[in-house]
């Protein structure tokens, strides 16, 4: 059997993804990784990933918008 196609999702459909069990150690504080999460690297931010924005091309966006989130945007 040929395989033809292969499935990259990473979005908790295949595989248990949650960028909160990466912040959690970056940040150290629940609150500022919240705000992060919730102002900054947003999931409406990230389902333009989903719909074909490469993650280099968001992650360029972002920094511009939030320069003293840099490190941590590189970081998703």
Same mark, same amino acid.
């Given at each position: 059997?040929?395989? @033809?196609?292969?499935? !990259?999702?990473?979005?908790?459909?295949?595989?248990? #993804? *949650?960028?909160?069990?990466?912040?959690?150690?970056?940040?150290?504080?629940?609150? @500022?990784?919240?705000? !992060?999460?919730?102002?900054?690297?947003?999931?409406? #931010? *990230?389902?333009?990933?989903?719909?074909?924005?490469?993650?280099?091309?968001?992650?360029?966006?972002?920094?511009?918008?939030?320069?003293?989130?840099?490190?941590?945007?590189?970081?998703?």
């Amino acid at each position: 059997m040929k395989i @033809e196609n292969r499935i !990259f999702d990473f979005g908790g459909v295949l595989v248990d #993804w *949650n960028p909160r069990y990466f912040y959690k150690k970056h940040f150290g504080n629940e609150n @500022e990784m919240e705000h !992060f999460l919730t102002h900054i690297c947003t999931d409406e #931010w *990230n389902v333009q990933q989903d719909k074909g924005c490469s993650l280099s091309e968001g992650t360029m966006i972002l920094p511009k918008q939030f320069p003293e989130f840099h490190s941590a945007i590189q970081l998703y």
